[in-house]
């Protein structure tokens, strides 16, 4: 009965969201038409997809009861030192690129996880010393140069500019990141399990759960999918910089609180998240089209993610509330 309740609150939370996104498009299109126009609409989804990406990293370590800062400097470093790359060897295929950003992402989380996992260090302690290191690395390794659209092939660059099918690259491989995400969380154990690590760690370990491995996977994931988004982000602005992605991590933290998952850990579905980056995206779009101030946006923007906050924390009294009625009866 308590899955079924908290199953009904977070679907009823989700089609909240989902009219949310519609009545607010339908607002912004009456004071600007050109927003639901379908290059427009392109533009939203491409500008989302790399932050689509990380946030599903996010919420896996999220539903951990953890919590990652250094993803901004992750996209800052595997970009830098793969641009250094594809300048000092043109021919290099962009899949090996991609490759070589997620391999370097997968490194640096490694180091996250092991420290959160294995040392038993608060995740926002070790995650923001990592954030410090790997930024500095990042100016250390560039010497606080830039690596410019001149010096990047054409193939890499189009990465994130070409198209499949007519679709562009990014939302592409956004897609195929959902897809690998769905099937791991419903069809594998280790998915099954990260959830049920989040959700009563000390429960999970009794039960024989490898509480620590599971943790260090998700942080790993997360870097992982952070170096490819780091790859996508130079390719799609064909600029590799020491300051890029500075903040970004809490863009990503935002998009996945408004899609429900909880900092709470144990709680968080694709859907509510691909939901609350499409929010974010329209945010970030249509608030500059509809003349808003700089100054205005960043307040609406923190308005709408408090209360998605506090929505979370209502439908989770209500589901805990739900379940203990149902046992009384």
């Known amino acids: 009965m308590t899955k079924y309740g908290s199953g009904f609150n977070e679907n009823l939370r989700e089609l909240g969201l989902l009219a949310f996104i519609l009545v607010l498009g339908i607002g912004v299109h009456l004071r600007n038409p050109v927003f639901l126009s379908l290059s427009n609409l392109t533009t939203i989804l491409t500008n989302t997809s790399i932050l689509g990406i990380m946030a599903v990293g996010m919420m896996l370590v999220l539903v951990t009861r953890g919590i990652d800062l250094s993803v901004g400097a992750i996209v800052a470093f595997t970009g830098m030192i793969t641009a250094l790359t594809v300048a000092s060897y043109p021919g290099l295929h962009p899949l090996l690129a991609l490759a070589e950003g997620a391999l370097i992402g997968f490194a640096v989380g490694s180091v996250s996880g092991l420290l959160v996992a294995y040392f038993d260090i608060l995740p926002i302690i070790a995650t923001l010393g990592m954030m410090n290191i790997v930024r500095g690395l990042t100016y250390v390794i560039s010497g606080g140069r ?26 592409v491989i956004a ?155």
């Not at 660059?157 to 070409?162: F, N, R």
């Not at 690590?197 to 952070?226: H, W």
């Not at 307040?299 to 009625?325: C, D, E, H, M, P």
């Open 146 to 171: 830039w690596v410019s659209s001149y010096q990047m092939s054409d193939g890499f660059k189009k990465l994130a500019t070409g198209t499949l099918l007519g679709i562009n690259n990014l939302i």
């Open 175 to 329: 897609v195929i990141i959902y897809l690998i995400a769905a099937y791991f969380i419903k069809h594998t154990r280790t998915g099954r399990r990260i959830y049920a690590v989040g959700s009563n760690p000390d429960a999970a370990e009794i039960s024989g759960l490898a509480r620590r491995r599971l943790v260090f996977m998700a942080y790993a994931i997360m870097g992982a999918l952070a170096g490819l988004a780091g790859v996508l982000w130079v390719a799609k602005f064909a600029s590799a910089q020491g300051n890029t992605a500075i903040g970004y991590e809490l863009q990503v933290i935002a998009a996945c609180i408004l899609g429900g998952v909880s900092i709470s850990g144990g709680i968080g579905k694709l859907s509510g998240l691909i939901l609350g980056t499409i929010l974010l995206g329209i945010l970030n779009n249509a608030l500059p089209l509809v003349n808003i101030s700089p100054f205005w946006q960043m307040g609406i923007q923190g308005s709408i993610i408090l209360a998605a906050v506090i929505t979370n924390v209502f439908v989770r009294r209500n589901t805990v509330w739900t379940a203990l009625k149902r046992r009384a009866i």
